[in-house]
């Protein structure tokens, strides 16, 4: 199942300091007990640490994806999941990196500095590192990110990304005193402005709608059109697009240290394969995914570890408010409070001694400042409450126990991709348990590679329930936006909105207060929660099965958005 990532432009995907997990550190592993994990010794990164002086030279790294890029672009609105940006993540420029608490950095590979120079009207500077270039010998100069901002700030709708976060506050991004020096000014004060920094692509890839759209479809090509190009330690080796294999080797041209790893392979797998291909040695990690099956297998390796850290993905349940049955808010709120969440995330944390509960906020994870309980008081577990709302919108409840109305039955299309047993799972629980509150709800399972592109995407929205994972990052408030407004913006699979949230963002991203900052960020909660398009469920831990000798790679909360794949290899 591919996994969205939340605001894409922030990581990409803050003012940081309001985002950070309290009391989070990283390093250090969970080892393979099979008792459940307290959850506050979960760190924020699970990987097993190591100086690159211990980390042996060669080798090849095989990791599983649920399906290859749609697009290389990951801002286009085919692409930008999370196993979409953990690829890019091995041959796009970061301008900025993040620390195991979720703090942000300049990324030294990429820029000299990147610092906040003026306060009115806000200015950036960037000075992008001399030695920087793409591998075709094109430099990394202010070129690139002048179109990546022409692309992205929503002016033009012909580019139609998938979110204009940040961007649409920039003014005019200039040449400074020379090409490597980028002077970034904003139209409106933007708290989130690092976010935008990541995941840099060059000019030819982005100047036109056609390019942005086009280009990189099939690959992240040169300007030719023909040559694999990075701006990351690894380049495109091959891709086999029919079977979803997708295989790195070093960039000559890199200018940083050299990878440790010669290849890096991605390929795809289905969710009910991969645990045995892990075991069978065919990959060297992976995500258990709430599976205990997975658990169990993963440990049956000889030669494999369980590694655990505090997650960032968010499962929820998004519901289609274009769509018939869900039009009527109310109605998407019944159907919240028919659900017992808590049920939802015991039968998908407990299989894998996962901590964790229900999740109470649609903007912070438990344990960020600013998390409060904006949800129950909404719509907390309540199938009499969720009854008497479809009664008062004019449904009766009939003796076959569903809600009729004008001779329709409320009938809910839950889609679901294949070959995903917690999905699956998912969709039958809601099923028994909206049944008791009139709800008539039926599983339609659909093809994975379909999932998003033809079902769950904006242009289509063919759907009427659906259970995926958002994907939260270091800058959540600024990120969220493409996602709850406006009701037809990019990555709002609900298509409803609160009209007045435009304003609650415009005042939140312009607040460089922490406190005050949080206080806007709850206004929104609270109001994005009351619309009901998305039921929050729970915020997943990770933990993965990982090869004994495999260092600098695995679950981490915040620095799975900064790999340095130059590292990633296997202790001497």
């Known amino acids: 199942?591919?996994?969205?990532?939340?605001?894409?432009?922030?990581?990409?995907?803050?003012?940081?300091?309001?985002?950070?997990?309290?009391?989070?550190?990283?390093?250090?592993?969970?080892?393979?007990?099979?008792?459940?994990?307290?959850?506050?010794?979960?760190?924020?990164?699970?990987?097993?640490?190591?100086?690159?002086?211990?980390?042996?030279?060669?080798?090849?790294?095989?990791?599983?994806?649920?399906?290859?890029?749609?697009?290389?672009?990951?801002?286009?609105?085919?692409?930008?999941?999370?196993?979409?940006?953990?690829?890019?993540?091995?041959?796009?420029?970061?301008?900025?990196?993040?620390?195991?608490?979720?703090?942000?950095?300049?990324?030294?590979?990429?820029?000299?500095?990147?610092?906040?120079?003026?306060?009115?009207?806000?200015?950036?500077?960037?000075?992008?590192?001399?030695?920087?270039?793409?591998?075709?010998?094109?430099?990394?100069?202010?070129?690139?990110?002048?179109?990546?901002?022409?692309?992205?700030?929503?002016?033009?709708?012909?580019?139609?990304?998938?979110?204009?976060?940040?961007?649409?506050?920039?003014?005019?991004?200039?040449?400074?005193?020379?090409?490597?020096?980028?002077?970034?000014?904003?139209?409106?004060?933007?708290?989130?402005?690092?976010?935008?920094?990541?995941?840099?692509?060059?000019?030819?890839?982005?100047?036109?709608?056609?390019?942005?759209?086009?280009?990189?479809?099939?690959?992240?090509?040169?300007?030719?059109?023909?040559?694999?190009?990075?701006?990351?330690?690894?380049?495109?080796?091959?891709?086999?697009?029919?079977?979803?294999?997708?295989?790195?080797?070093?960039?000559?041209?890199?200018?940083?240290?050299?990878?440790?790893?010669?290849?890096?392979?991605?390929k795809t797998v289905s969710r009910d394969g991969v645990a045995q291909a892990y075991a069978n040695k065919e990959f060297d990690a992976f995500n258990l995914n709430g599976s205990a099956d997975n658990f169990k297998t993963a440990n049956s390796r000889s030669d494999s570890k369980i590694e655990r850290s505090l997650g960032t993905t968010q499962r929820q349940i998004t519901l289609n408010g274009t769509a018939d049955v869900f039009k009527d808010q109310d109605v998407r709120q019944a159907f919240a409070q028919a659900i017992n969440r808590k049920v939802l995330a015991q039968a998908i944390l407990s299989p894998v001694k996962s901590p964790g509960d229900v999740l109470n906020n649609l903007v912070y994870l438990p344990g960020q400042e600013g998390y409060t309980d904006d949800v129950s008081s909404v719509y907390g577990y309540d199938t009499a409450k969720a009854k008497k709302k479809l009664e008062d919108a004019g449904y009766e409840i009939g003796s076959d126990g569903y809600a009729t109305k004008g001779g329709t039955t409320l009938e809910v299309r839950f889609v679901i991709p294949s070959d995903n047993p917690n999905s699956a799972n998912i969709a039958q629980l809601v099923q028994q348990q909206t049944k008791q509150a009139g709800f008539k709800v039926t599983i339609d399972t659909v093809p994975t590679d379909d999932f998003f592109t033809k079902y769950i995407t904006t242009d289509g929205r063919d759907f009427d329930a659906t259970y995926f994972a958002w994907q939260g990052t270091p800058f959540p408030i600024s990120s969220l936006k493409s996602i709850y407004y406006p009701a037809d913006a990019g990555q709002n699979y609900t298509g409803v909105t609160d009209d007045s949230l435009g304003a609650a963002w415009d005042k939140a991203n312009a607040e460089l207060d922490a406190d005050a900052r949080t206080e806007d960020a709850q206004e929104i909660d609270e109001k994005i929660v009351k619309v009901a398009g998305t039921i929050p469920l729970f915020a997943e831990p990770y933990a993965w099965g990982v090869r004994k000798d495999l260092v600098n790679y695995g679950p981490a909360q915040f620095q799975q958005y900064s790999v340095k794949w130059q590292d990633v290899g296997y202790t001497k």
């Open 1 to 266: 199942m591919r996994k969205r990532i939340k605001g894409i432009a922030v990581l990409a995907t803050a003012a940081a300091a309001a985002v950070v997990l309290a009391g989070c550190s990283g390093g250090g592993t969970a080892g393979n007990s099979s008792s459940p994990v307290a959850e506050s010794s979960l760190k924020s990164t699970g990987w097993t640490a190591a100086d690159r002086a211990d980390v042996q030279d060669g080798g090849s790294i095989t990791l599983p994806i649920d399906s290859a890029p749609a697009n290389f672009q990951i801002n286009n609105l085919d692409s930008g999941t999370v196993d979409d940006q953990a690829i890019s993540g091995t041959y796009l420029p970061s301008f900025i990196q993040f620390k195991e608490n979720g703090e942000w950095e300049a990324n030294k590979d990429y820029v000299d500095s990147i610092e906040l120079t003026k306060d009115s009207p806000q200015t950036v500077e960037i000075t992008i590192n001399p030695k920087a270039v793409w591998s075709d010998g094109t430099p990394i100069t202010e070129k690139d990110v002048a179109a990546n901002w022409k692309a992205l700030n929503g002016t033009n709708e012909d580019f139609a990304p998938l979110a204009t976060n940040v961007w649409e506050d920039v003014k005019s991004v200039e040449q400074g005193d020379d090409e490597r020096d980028v002077i970034v000014t904003f139209s409106k004060t933007n708290a989130d402005w690092p976010s935008v920094f990541t995941s840099i692509y060059p000019y030819w890839a982005v100047d036109t709608p056609e390019h942005f759209n086009t280009a990189w479809a099939k690959g992240p090509y040169a300007a030719d059109g023909k040559t694999y190009v990075s701006g990351g330690p690894y380049t495109v080796e091959s891709f086999d697009a029919n079977g979803g294999v997708l295989t790195f080797e070093k960039n000559p041209k890199w200018w940083g240290d050299e990878g440790k790893l010669d290849t890096i392979v991605f």
